[in-house]
C-alpha cells in the first residue's frame, strides 16, 4: 500500500493511456512505477440482495378490477395491485394487468 507524497491520500492502480500507473484517490496525483507488473488493476462489482428483485406470480382472480385503458388491446378493465419497490419513504408502485391481454403496466405514484 502506498500513500500520495502530496496529500497522503491512498494510491489506487490505475489505467493512464494503457500504462499502469497509481494514483491517489483524494487529489488525483499520478506516479508510475517501474514495475507495473506488481500491481493489479481490476473492478469489483457486488451484489446485495437488495439489487435483486424477485417477480411473484400474481394470482388475478382475487384482485380487485378498475377501469383502465389497455394500449395494447383497447380494453378498459384491469386487475389492480399495489407493491413497495422503492424506499420505504417513498410511495408503492401500482400495477395494471389488463383484464384481456394480461399486459402490465405500472404506475408510480
Do not use: W
Not at 61 to 88: H, I, W
Amino acid at each position: 500500500m502506498e500513500f500520495c507524497p502530496k496529500c497522503g491520500g491512498l494510491m489506487v492502480p490505475s489505467v493512464v493511456n494503457g500504462k499502469k500507473v497509481l494514483r491517489c484517490s483524494r487529489c488525483g496525483y499520478i506516479v508510475e512505477k517501474s514495475n507495473p507488473g506488481t500491481y493489479r488493476v481490476s473492478h469489483r462489482i457486488e451484489r446485495t440482495p437488495k439489487d435483486v428483485v424477485t417477480l411473484v406470480d400474481v394470482d388475478v382472480s382475487v384482485l380487485p378490477v378498475v377501469s383502465f385503458k389497455c394500449e395494447n388491446c383497447g380494453n378498459d378493465k384491469a386487475y389492480v395491485y399495489e407493491l413497495q419497490t422503492r424506499a420505504g419513504d417513498e410511495p408503492a408502485t401500482r400495477f395494471y394487468i389488463c383484464t384481456k391481454c394480461r399486459k402490465v403496466y405500472r404506475e408510480y405514484a
